[in-house]
Each structure stands twice: as structure tokens, then as C-alpha cells.
């Protein structure tokens, strides 16, 4: 597949569909039903590595999920055996559809409007996504089910050829309202898989082996496979290459030591110096209280920083330098994680500097807790680009200011999601350069805060 004019379509929607039923005061029941496809090409006659996934070994099953009575207080979990019986491997990414509500047979315990179809998905909080090697890999949520709908994310994890991972879904009822007393709520869960690009690899890192030996070794463009194992000590990547797991970032770390900080640069595990550099698959684990994942020194471009699991502890947990002046930064399918300062800051001309360009931001998951200050997840002085499919769930609470704050234009933000504490913003415009009503549309929230201020 490495023709130029081939164009493969290397995303395909095995539409894992499981149905799931959630009563208030009743049991109630779901089923998995699967429908599968393979690669396609268009326009020229290849072969392509097939994708297969099934759901508990089958195709197409029927599979039955009880759930005990939903009431405040309550929750509960599920799991299933997810399988790749193709020939390639592949990512995995969850999404939730069709959520629908449905009014209790018995409304008389209800109060509010009991001729609506049921408030039940406001109190509901779903979580799903996949266990690998031990560790919860969040797709979506937790988050309440009248916001998931039709809300999705790609992860990073990895399910390889004729392997299983298991898919859990853990709901939970803080406070269950009167008006959804005796309510019914159904909702589907979607599991896609797409294509993980297969390299060759110019050097291989193994368990015992220097990452940064393998990085000041290779060559311009080279590519570095690390196989599983904990490697400990920062890095500094100063030439164009690409640095990646074999099995993806629960099954790969690199825990820093604060030892190779490059002049003038932040206490970070990993430091990008180099334009041209694509990091994907680990788990980048800052030391305690002091240390920051991975910071992108200032001016590069073409910087990929992809299906991560970043935690950091103090300062960045993914940082960039002033001036700004970045361009084509792509940040995708990360976990972000810890009780750092800022999850993540694209700097530009509000610091100082050069505004930045076309930041791709992508399909992430922003965790862990803001361990102090004014609080803010992730904040984006760059013009174009696309903040999209992201779930900001980082806990702000206590002094919160936003979940993203913006200084630029252009950008395309859709489908994102937005935990707001009281007296914090999902969405801060800082330049007031975009439709408020537009962002508040095109992104769902929840919580007792400001959706969107500009």
C-alpha cells in the first residue's frame, strides 16, 4: 500500500451496534447486534488487509444485558469480548446513538410534564470504552446520556489482527430526579475499528534497550519501533523521524527522570525539537508533582502527537514555546491525564508571539484533574485548523476559569464535549471572533457553568 496513486479508504464503520435498555425503578435489558464490512479502494485494483471485528465471537448477536433498578446512587457495569479476525490491525473508537426515553407505565410518583417521553437520559452517566493489558482506555463519557447522544470518539488503542479486547460500559445515577421516576431510557452503543497504517521499521528499541541512543543514532526520516516495556529518562527528539510503539500506549511507557532538558526548555518527559517528528503510542509519564509529558519547542511544524496517554504533574502536560509560529500540529487520540497546570496550550500572538496555524486537534480525551490557579484545560492561539470529537471531562472545579479558551479564527470546533463546573465556561473566545451560538450548537455541555462567553 505504499503506491501514491492508490487511494484507500482506510476508515471503516464496523457499526458494533449494542442496544441498551436503563430503567428507573425496573429492570431492564439490552442486545449487541453487529454489522461488519472490509477495506475498499476506489479507482484502482489492489489488495487490501481486511478488518473484521466482532462482538463475543460473532457477527451478528444477540446478547442480553441486565440492568438492576437505576435509582440515585446506583451503577453498574458491562462488558463484552471484542475480536479482530482480520488480517490488519486496528484502532478502536466507541460512540453513543439514539438515545431514546420512554414514560413509566406509572407516572403517578412523577412530578413535572409526564405526558413528555421520559427525562430518565438526564440522570443517567455512561461511560464507555475498552480494557487493554489491564488499563481503562475511555471512549466516550462519563458524561450524561442526554448529552452523549450522537457523540463520538477514535481512541488510540490498538486491537491487532486475530486478538480481543474487552469493551466495558459503566453507568452510574448521581441523583435521580422526581420527574424520572418509573422512566425508561434506550441508547446504542457504536464501536468502529479503523485501519492502523502498517511501516517498516529502521530500528527496533527492546525492553533494556536507550530510546535516546535509538533517537541520536537514526537518521533523518527513520523510524524507531519501541516494543512493550517501561523506559525510563527523558528524551530529546532533534531530527525528523518518527518514534513509535509496537503495541500502542498500554503496553509501552516512558517515565521521565528531568535529566535531559535541553536550554531554556520546560521540565518535560519527551522535548520535540525538530519539525517533521510523529510520536504515537506510549504512556509519557512526568515525574511526580514536578514534570510535564511532552512540549513542542517553538517554530516547528508538522509535528504529530498521536494516540498517547500523557500525564503530567506540574507545568504542561503538552506544551509549546513562545513565540508561537507553529504550523501543521496535529494533536489525536491522546489521553490526557494527571494534575498538571494546563493540559494543553498551543501558544500564538496573544503571548507574545506569531499567531499560530492550522493546529489539528482531534479526538482526545482530557482527563485528570488542573492542580492549581485559575484554572484551564487547554488553551489555543492559532487561526484554521480543527478542535473536533474531543471530550474535555478535565476537573477545573475549585477556581475554574474554562475548558478551552480561544485566541484566533477560523478554526473549525464541532462535536466536543464540555464538563462545566459552577462559576467556570466550556468555551472562552477570547477575541469575541466567533458566533457564540454557533459554538454553543455545535458542541454539547453539562454541568452548572457557562456554555460558551465571548
Not at 443517567?124 to 458524561?143: L, R, S, T
Request: proline content about 3%.
Amino acid at each position: 500500500m505504499t503506491d501514491d496513486n492508490i487511494t484507500l479508504s482506510r476508515r471503516t464503520l464496523l457499526g458494533g451496534m449494542a442496544g441498551i435498555g436503563l430503567a428507573a425503578g425496573a429492570l431492564g435489558t439490552g442486545t449487541y447486534a453487529l454489522l461488519s464490512d472490509t477495506e475498499s479502494s476506489a479507482d484502482n485494483t489492489i489488495t487490501a488487509g481486511t478488518l473484521n471485528l466482532k462482538v463475543d465471537g460473532q457477527n451478528s448477536v444477540s446478547e442480553t444485558i441486565n440492568i438492576s433498578s437505576a435509582g440515585s446512587g446506583s451503577s453498574g457495569s458491562g462488558t463484552a469480548t471484542l475480536s479482530n479476525t482480520g488480517s490488519t490491525h486496528g484502532k478502536l473508537g466507541f460512540g453513543i446513538e439514539n438515545v431514546e426515553n420512554f414514560e413509566g407505565a406509572n407516572p403517578e410518583s412523577e412530578s413535572g410534564d409526564t405526558s413528555n417521553p421520559g427525562e430518565l437520559d438526564q440522570y443517567v452517566w455512561v461511560e464507555v470504552g475498552v480494557i487493554q493489558n489491564g488499563v481503562k482506555v475511555p471512549g466516550v463519557g462519563p458524561a450524561p446520556l442526554s448529552v452523549l447522544d450522537d457523540l463520538s470518539r477514535m481512541t488510540g488503542s490498538i486491537l491487532r489482527a486475530s486478538s480481543t479486547a474487552t469493551m466495558y460500559i459503566d453507568w452510574m445515577v448521581p441523583d435521580l430526579g422526581n420527574d424520572a421516576q418509573g422512566d425508561r431510557a434506550e441508547f446504542d452503543v457504536v464501536i468502529d475499528i479503523e485501519e492502523r497504517p502498517v511501516w517498516s521499521a529502521d530500528t527496533v528499541v527492546t525492553s533494556g534497550d536507550s530510546i535516546q541512543a535509538a533517537i541520536d543514532a537514526a537518521s533523518s526520516g527513520d523510524v524507531i519501533e519501541v516494543r512493550n516495556g517501561t523506559y525510563t529518562g527523558d528524551l530529546v527528539i532533534d531530527k525528523p523521524l518518527t518514534l513509535l510503539s509496537k503495541n500502542g500506549a498500554e503496553y509501552t511507557k516512558i517515565v521521565g527522570d528531568g535529566s535531559t532538558e535541553p536550554g531554556g526548555a520546560p521540565n518535560v518527559v519527551v522535548n520535540v525539537t525538530s519539525s517533521d517528528v510523529t510520536v504515537e503510542g506510549f504512556t509519557i509519564d512526568g515525574l511526580a508533582s514536578t514534570q510535564g509529558a511532552l512540549d513542542i519547542a517553538a517554530t516547528l511544524s508538522n509535528v504529530s502527537v498521536i494516540c498517547n496517554r500523557l500525564i503530567g504533574n506540574g507545568g504542561n502536560n503538552l506544551g509549546t514555546l513562545q513565540p508561537g509560529d507553529y504550523s501543521d500540529i496535529e494533536v489525536a487520540r491522546n489521553v490526557f491525564d494527571g494534575a498538571p497546570s494546563l493540559m494543553a496550550y498551543i501558544n500564538g500572538a496573544a503571548s507574545g508571539g506569531t499567531q499560530s496555524q492550522n493546529i489539528t486537534v482531534v479526538d482526545n480525551y482530557f482527563g485528570g484533574e488542573i492542580d492549581s490557579g485559575s484554572k484551564l484545560t487547554m488553551g489555543f492561539e492559532a487561526d484554521g485548523g480543527e478542535i473536533a470529537r474531543n471530550m474535555f471531562l478535565t476537573d477545573i472545579s475549585g477556581a475554574p476559569y474554562a475548558q478551552l479558551e480561544l485566541f484566533g479564527s477560523s478554526t473549525t470546533i464541532e462535536d466536543n464535549l464540555f464538563e462545566v463546573p459552577a462559576g467556570g465556561v466550556g468555551i472562552r473566545d477570547g477575541n469575541s471572533t466567533y458566533n457564540n451560538t454557533t459554538l454553543r450548537n455545535d458542541n454539547a455541555f453539562f454541568g452548572d457553568g457557562t456554555d460558551v462567553q465571548g
